[in-house]
């Protein structure tokens, strides 16, 4: 139990276009959902908070504009990188949890190139 | 503020090898505490968890953490160590003080394993 995917693993794009990364709980719903970024050799740094059918909460730092997430339903939420650059290039994973329960559950990782 | 710190960057252990992992946290209450393990390329797995009762927690793979309130630390161990144990591993802490649902990352530490 407690499975989360992530789609796609892999994905290159060219600077200046956009990118979706979806991440699904496959068998609870998810009330709360969370997503990171991970730099190479580094620890997890939290994006943004969702919770279903509510805005995001964004970390300080994090441009909302720029990283857009959508938590429209309990076994779904998506982030979408707007007008990607090289610098947002990165491994992001996302997290889910349970209501009731405390601890997240990640998925496997999405790794952005943006060329 | 809650915060977590793993003291060692890197271990090297031989296989057969007993392995400990140690974490200090900050947190103004009773925490929630976990240890998650990251695979190269993938998302983390949780190990283990504590959120209050027998301070000695046993988790998946072998592997078991303390709870110390009086040094403020929840160290992992496991007796005989795998080549397959080799990763990332990250402590974490949460806790009931937050309604968040946020958890706050070591910095992580890799455990090499050694023929």
């Known amino acids: 139990g407690a499975v989360v995917s992530q789609h796609p693993s892999r994905v290159i794009c060219k600077s200046g276009t956009s990118v979706k990364i979806e991440c699904r709980s496959l068998?609870?719903?998810?009330?709360?959902m969370f997503w990171y970024r991970q730099f190479p050799k580094q620890s997890l740094m939290l994006m943004a908070t969702?919770?279903?059918?509510?805005?995001?909460?964004?970390e300080q730092g994090v441009e909302k504009d720029k990283f857009l997430i959508n938590h429209a339903s309990l076994t779904l939420s998506t982030l979408t990188v707007t007008s990607a650059h090289p610098e947002d290039s990165s491994f992001y994973i996302c997290?889910?949890?349970?209501?009731?329960?405390?601890?997240?559950?990640f998925g496997p990782g999405t790794r952005l190139t943006v060329t | 503020a809650q915060s977590v710190t793993q003291p060692d960057i890197h271990i090297t252990v031989s296989e057969g090898a007993s392995l400990e992992l140690r974490c200090n946290y900050s947190?103004?209450?009773?925490?929630?505490l976990f240890w998650y393990v990251q695979s190269p390329g993938q998302g983390l797995q949780l190990l283990l968890k504590?959120?209050?009762?027998?301070?000695l927690v046993q988790g998946i793979k072998g592997f078991e953490a303390e709870f110390k309130r009086s040094q403020s630390s929840f160290n992992l161990r496991k007796p005989s160590v795998h080549w397959s144990d080799a990763a990332e591993y990250f402590c974490?802490?949460?806790?009931?003080?937050?309604?968040?649902?946020?958890?706050?990352f070591g910095a992580g530490t890799t455990v090499t394993v050694r023929a």
């Open positions: 997290s889910a949890r349970n209501r009731g329960l405390y601890e997240q559950y």
């Open positions: 068998d609870f719903q998810a009330t709360t």
């Open positions: 969702s919770n279903e059918g509510s805005k995001a909460t964004y």
């Open positions: 947190y103004g209450a009773t925490p929630y």
């Open positions: 504590y959120f209050s009762g027998d301070t």
């Open positions: 974490a802490v949460g806790g009931p003080n937050s309604n968040d649902y946020k958890l706050s």
